[in-house]
């Protein structure tokens, strides 16, 4: 779809695949890399032919977070680094209010910044190999992208106060168990069980998708009649497109809907 030096971007069917495509240095985050994920996500989410995402990395890593040479050689000064910083910051905001589902595919390490890029997914399938670690403290840094935000949804602040903090790592069965990661495969099922998730949503209702996520992404800051008035909202919304008053005829037809999960591939 697109010429990139660090990334690659492919489209098939309905389901885009954003590979991390660094292997030597396990995917990790250089410069070069910041701007063209940046360019990717914003053709996710402009590409109105996508329906699904799925975020991988290649060489048996996921993402092992930025790459500390280019942070060596970076330029020096506060203003400047806030400014990298603020672009990065756009990059997983972008993802994290996605209007398409996004399924991260991790093998390996997901590290530092590959960490918070796992936790901008709507799905996380990881490998037995899988690791997980918000490494920022052991080098004097704090989290970024987003994993402030995003780790505390998925564990709880107490459980993110620790991971963040201690800087330690959590294996693929301990993620499971936190609730990081949705599903462990073995490796060689990793992409085609991603895939198959991703495939499951070409089907569904985009609104209905990308008004659900947006009130999953407020619900901690709205209090409980702010919820039901926005529900309210969005539901009146859904009630008025052609997929549900297709959706519902099929029901008194006594058809299959359109729409039905799969994680599991045929």
């Known amino acids: 779809m697109a010429d990139f030096e660090t990334i690659a971007l492919e489209v098939d069917g309905g389901v885009a695949t954003l590979t991390l495509k660094r292997p030597e240095r396990r995917n990790a985050i250089d410069m070069t890399m910041r701007a063209e994920l940046r360019e990717a ?23 092992a977070g930025g790459d500390i040479t280019s942070m060596r050689d970076r330029k020096p000064g506060i203003e400047d680094a806030r400014e990298r910083m603020r672009q990065t910051g756009e990059t997983v905001l972008a993802l994290l209010s996605l209007e398409k589902p996004l399924i ?11 960490f918070g890029l796992a936790a901008a997914a709507d799905f996380v399938v990881a490998t037995p190999r899988a690791r997980f670690c918000a490494s920022f403290a052991r080098i004097g840094l704090v989290p970024d ?9 998925r564990v709880g602040m107490g459980r993110a106060r620790e991971l963040i903090l201690s800087a330690r ?40 998708f990308a008004l659900s996520k947006n009130l999953l992404n407020q619900s901690y800051g ?41 994680a599991d591939p045929a």
């Open 41 to 63: 996500v914003d053709r996710l989410v402009r590409d109105a032919a996508i329906r699904a995402c799925v975020l991988t990395g290649s060489g048996g890593s996921f993402c």
């Open 104 to 114: 991260a595919a991790v093998d390996g390490p997901a590290y530092g910044a590959g």
């Open 145 to 153: 992208f987003a994993l402030h935000h995003s780790l505390p949804r």
């Open 169 to 208: 790592e959590v294996d693929a069965e301990e993620a499971l168990a936190l609730g990081i990661v949705s599903r462990i495969v073995a490796e060689d099922r990793l992409m085609e069980t991603a895939t198959t998730m991703a495939k499951s949503f070409v089907e569904a209702s985009s609104t209905a």
């Open 222 to 262: 709205l209090d409980l009649r702010q919820t039901v008035e926005a529900e309210s909202l969005a539901q009146a919304a859904c009630l008025e497109t052609a997929y549900h008053k297709e959706a519902t005829q099929r029901f008194l037809d006594g058809k299959p809907p359109r729409f039905r999960w799969q």
